[in-house]
Protein backbone atom coordinates (compact mmCIF):
# COMPACT_ATOMS: atom_id res chain seq x y z
CA UNK A 1 0.00 0.00 0.00
CA UNK A 2 1.25 3.35 -0.50
CA UNK A 3 1.81 5.86 2.35
CA UNK A 4 3.09 9.39 2.77
CA UNK A 5 4.30 10.54 6.30
CA UNK A 6 4.43 14.35 7.29
CA UNK A 7 5.34 13.87 10.85
CA UNK A 8 5.81 18.02 11.22
CA UNK A 9 1.63 18.90 11.63
CA UNK A 10 2.66 22.41 12.43
CA UNK A 11 5.78 25.05 12.10
CA UNK A 12 5.97 28.13 12.84
CA UNK A 13 9.66 30.05 12.59
CA UNK A 14 10.43 33.72 12.32
CA UNK A 15 10.49 35.54 8.84
CA UNK A 16 13.90 34.65 7.17
CA UNK A 17 14.75 31.99 9.03
CA UNK A 18 15.48 28.88 6.84
CA UNK A 19 13.23 25.61 7.47
CA UNK A 20 12.63 21.98 6.22
CA UNK A 21 9.46 20.33 5.79
CA UNK A 22 9.60 16.27 6.25
CA UNK A 23 8.43 14.18 3.51
CA UNK A 24 8.61 10.11 4.10
CA UNK A 25 7.23 7.56 1.69
CA UNK A 26 6.33 4.24 1.40
CA UNK A 27 5.44 2.08 -1.71
CA UNK A 28 6.33 -1.18 -3.29
CA UNK A 29 6.84 -0.12 -6.76
CA UNK A 30 9.85 0.51 -8.31
CA UNK A 31 8.46 3.37 -10.54
CA UNK A 32 6.97 5.92 -9.04
CA UNK A 33 6.60 9.76 -9.03
CA UNK A 34 6.82 12.11 -5.50
CA UNK A 35 5.18 15.41 -5.59
CA UNK A 36 4.84 18.93 -3.42
CA UNK A 37 2.35 21.10 -3.22
CA UNK A 38 1.23 24.27 -1.57
CA UNK A 39 -2.14 25.25 -0.15
CA UNK A 40 -2.41 28.61 0.80
CA UNK A 41 -5.06 30.23 3.03
CA UNK A 42 -7.50 30.96 -0.04
CA UNK A 43 -7.64 26.94 -0.26
CA UNK A 44 -6.29 26.68 -4.12
CA UNK A 45 -3.83 23.48 -4.50
CA UNK A 46 -0.25 24.84 -5.90
CA UNK A 47 2.18 22.63 -7.66
CA UNK A 48 5.16 22.80 -6.75
CA UNK A 49 7.29 20.14 -8.27
CA UNK A 50 7.56 16.25 -9.18
CA UNK A 51 9.87 14.32 -9.06
CA UNK A 52 10.61 10.28 -10.56
CA UNK A 53 11.75 7.36 -8.61
CA UNK A 54 15.38 7.46 -11.34
CA UNK A 55 15.90 11.33 -10.78
CA UNK A 56 17.75 11.43 -6.89
CA UNK A 57 19.40 14.73 -7.96
CA UNK A 58 18.22 17.26 -5.62
CA UNK A 59 16.51 20.46 -7.42
CA UNK A 60 16.75 24.38 -6.47
CA UNK A 61 13.96 26.69 -7.50
CA UNK A 62 14.91 30.57 -6.04
CA UNK A 63 14.65 29.73 -2.50
CA UNK A 64 12.57 26.36 -2.97
CA UNK A 65 14.96 23.36 -2.58
CA UNK A 66 14.41 19.36 -2.48
CA UNK A 67 16.12 16.66 -0.80
CA UNK A 68 15.19 13.67 -2.13
CA UNK A 69 16.66 10.09 -0.73
CA UNK A 70 15.91 6.79 -1.53
CA UNK A 71 17.43 5.21 1.21
CA UNK A 72 15.74 6.61 3.61
CA UNK A 73 12.47 7.14 1.30
CA UNK A 74 12.44 10.81 2.05
CA UNK A 75 11.63 13.45 -0.13
CA UNK A 76 12.05 16.90 2.21
CA UNK A 77 11.37 20.34 1.10
CA UNK A 78 13.55 23.40 2.54
CA UNK A 79 12.43 27.21 2.12
CA UNK A 80 15.75 29.38 2.52
CA UNK A 81 15.11 32.70 3.88
CA UNK A 82 11.20 32.29 4.62
CA UNK A 83 8.70 35.10 3.91
CA UNK A 84 5.44 35.64 5.14
CA UNK A 85 4.44 34.67 1.97
CA UNK A 86 5.67 31.35 2.33
CA UNK A 87 2.78 30.96 5.05
CA UNK A 88 0.53 28.03 4.19
CA UNK A 89 -0.28 23.91 4.38
CA UNK A 90 2.31 22.31 2.04
CA UNK A 91 1.45 18.61 1.10
CA UNK A 92 3.73 16.21 0.13
CA UNK A 93 2.21 13.65 -2.47
CA UNK A 94 2.77 10.29 -4.13
CA UNK A 95 2.21 8.92 -7.63
CA UNK A 96 0.01 5.63 -7.42
CA UNK A 97 0.76 2.33 -9.70
CA UNK A 98 -2.11 2.67 -12.09
CA UNK A 99 -2.34 -1.19 -12.18
CA UNK A 100 -3.21 -1.05 -8.83
CA UNK A 101 -6.67 -0.24 -9.21
CA UNK A 102 -6.81 3.02 -8.24
CA UNK A 103 -5.08 6.03 -9.91
CA UNK A 104 -4.04 9.53 -8.76
CA UNK A 105 -2.13 10.42 -5.88
CA UNK A 106 -1.64 9.42 -2.20
CA UNK A 107 -1.19 12.71 0.07
CA UNK A 108 0.11 13.41 2.93
CA UNK A 109 -1.78 14.75 6.33
CA UNK A 110 0.32 18.22 5.11
CA UNK A 111 2.12 20.23 7.26
CA UNK A 112 1.33 24.18 7.96
CA UNK A 113 3.87 26.45 7.54
CA UNK A 114 3.51 29.91 9.65
CA UNK A 115 5.83 32.63 9.17
CA UNK A 116 5.90 35.14 11.73
CA UNK A 117 6.94 38.73 10.60
CA UNK B 1 -7.17 30.86 -18.76
CA UNK B 2 -9.84 29.11 -16.20
CA UNK B 3 -7.94 25.51 -15.68
CA UNK B 4 -10.11 23.56 -13.73
CA UNK B 5 -13.58 25.73 -12.65
CA UNK B 6 -16.02 24.47 -9.78
CA UNK B 7 -19.33 25.49 -8.11
CA UNK B 8 -20.84 25.94 -6.33
CA UNK B 9 -17.68 27.12 -3.65
CA UNK B 10 -20.08 27.03 -0.69
CA UNK B 11 -23.48 24.50 -0.11
CA UNK B 12 -24.58 24.17 2.98
CA UNK B 13 -27.33 20.84 2.95
CA UNK B 14 -29.76 19.29 5.01
CA UNK B 15 -29.42 15.47 6.07
CA UNK B 16 -31.23 13.56 2.86
CA UNK B 17 -30.60 15.22 0.12
CA UNK B 18 -28.90 15.32 -3.05
CA UNK B 19 -26.82 17.92 -5.09
CA UNK B 20 -24.36 17.78 -7.55
CA UNK B 21 -20.69 19.50 -7.63
CA UNK B 22 -19.86 20.69 -11.13
CA UNK B 23 -16.51 20.90 -12.15
CA UNK B 24 -15.31 21.59 -16.08
CA UNK B 25 -11.76 21.76 -17.53
CA UNK B 26 -10.41 23.82 -20.87
CA UNK B 27 -7.39 22.23 -20.73
CA UNK B 28 -8.62 19.06 -23.06
CA UNK B 29 -6.92 17.28 -20.14
CA UNK B 30 -8.50 13.17 -20.34
CA UNK B 31 -8.08 12.76 -16.88
CA UNK B 32 -9.91 13.95 -14.25
CA UNK B 33 -10.24 13.48 -10.28
CA UNK B 34 -12.22 14.10 -7.60
CA UNK B 35 -10.75 14.81 -4.28
CA UNK B 36 -12.42 15.03 -0.56
CA UNK B 37 -10.31 16.87 2.16
CA UNK B 38 -10.97 16.85 5.82
CA UNK B 39 -9.78 18.84 8.63
CA UNK B 40 -6.00 18.26 9.70
CA UNK B 41 -5.86 15.58 6.60
CA UNK B 42 -4.26 14.74 3.05
CA UNK B 43 -6.75 14.65 0.34
CA UNK B 44 -8.32 11.23 -0.45
CA UNK B 45 -9.58 9.87 -3.93
CA UNK B 46 -13.13 9.44 -4.72
CA UNK B 47 -13.87 9.37 -7.95
CA UNK B 48 -11.32 9.36 -11.08
CA UNK B 49 -11.89 9.38 -14.58
CA UNK B 50 -9.63 8.35 -17.88
CA UNK B 51 -11.56 9.78 -20.40
CA UNK B 52 -15.07 10.20 -21.86
CA UNK B 53 -17.27 7.66 -20.82
CA UNK B 54 -14.52 6.00 -18.61
CA UNK B 55 -14.79 6.00 -14.73
CA UNK B 56 -13.53 4.66 -11.85
CA UNK B 57 -13.19 4.49 -8.09
CA UNK B 58 -10.84 5.74 -5.84
CA UNK B 59 -9.86 4.98 -1.95
CA UNK B 60 -13.38 6.59 -0.40
CA UNK B 61 -16.11 6.04 -3.22
CA UNK B 62 -18.95 5.73 -1.18
CA UNK B 63 -22.38 7.80 -1.25
CA UNK B 64 -20.78 9.21 -3.96
CA UNK B 65 -21.64 9.07 -8.07
CA UNK B 66 -19.99 10.53 -11.01
CA UNK B 67 -20.28 10.76 -14.82
CA UNK B 68 -18.12 11.76 -17.55
CA UNK B 69 -20.25 12.50 -20.47
CA UNK B 70 -17.47 14.54 -22.47
CA UNK B 71 -14.39 15.32 -21.89
CA UNK B 72 -14.54 18.56 -20.22
CA UNK B 73 -17.25 18.38 -17.57
CA UNK B 74 -16.92 15.79 -14.30
CA UNK B 75 -19.54 16.41 -12.01
CA UNK B 76 -19.89 14.57 -8.91
CA UNK B 77 -23.23 13.75 -7.26
CA UNK B 78 -24.46 13.00 -3.89
CA UNK B 79 -27.43 11.33 -3.52
CA UNK B 80 -28.55 11.15 0.13
CA UNK B 81 -26.23 13.55 2.42
CA UNK B 82 -25.00 12.89 5.31
CA UNK B 83 -22.90 14.70 7.94
CA UNK B 84 -19.65 12.40 7.36
CA UNK B 85 -19.46 14.11 4.05
CA UNK B 86 -18.92 17.52 5.26
CA UNK B 87 -15.69 18.39 3.71
CA UNK B 88 -13.99 20.05 1.08
CA UNK B 89 -14.37 18.95 -2.29
CA UNK B 90 -11.58 19.33 -5.06
CA UNK B 91 -11.67 18.15 -8.59
CA UNK B 92 -8.37 18.16 -10.48
CA UNK B 93 -7.36 17.39 -14.07
CA UNK B 94 -4.11 16.24 -15.52
CA UNK B 95 -3.22 15.35 -19.20
CA UNK B 96 -1.41 12.19 -18.09
CA UNK B 97 -2.33 9.91 -15.42
CA UNK B 98 -1.64 10.44 -11.93
CA UNK B 99 2.08 8.59 -11.90
CA UNK B 100 3.54 11.50 -13.57
CA UNK B 101 1.18 13.97 -15.01
CA UNK B 102 1.04 17.28 -12.61
CA UNK B 103 -2.44 17.86 -11.46
CA UNK B 104 -4.29 20.80 -11.97
CA UNK B 105 -6.90 21.61 -8.66
CA UNK B 106 -10.28 23.75 -8.88
CA UNK B 107 -10.23 26.12 -6.22
CA UNK B 108 -12.31 23.50 -4.29
CA UNK B 109 -15.86 23.03 -3.05
CA UNK B 110 -17.20 23.55 1.23
CA UNK B 111 -19.97 21.62 1.57
CA UNK B 112 -21.40 20.85 5.17
CA UNK B 113 -24.28 18.70 5.69
CA UNK B 114 -26.43 19.77 8.77
Known amino acids: AQKVTQAQTEISVVEKEDVTLDCVYE???????LFWYKQPPSGELVFLIR??????QNEISGRYSWNFQKSTSSFNFTITASQVVDSAVYFC??????????????FGKGTHLIIQP | NAGVTQTPKFRILKIGQSMTLQCTQD?????MYWYRQDPGMGLKLIYY???????DKGEVPNGYNVSRSTTEDFPLRLELAAPSQTSVYFC?????????????FGEGSRLTVL
Open chain 2, 27 to 31: MNHNY
Open chain 2, 49 to 55: SVGAGIT
Open chain 1, 93 to 106: ALGFNPGGGADGLT
Open chain 1, 51 to 56: RNSFDE
Open chain 2, 92 to 104: ASSHTRGLGGELF
Open chain 1, 27 to 33: TRDTTYY
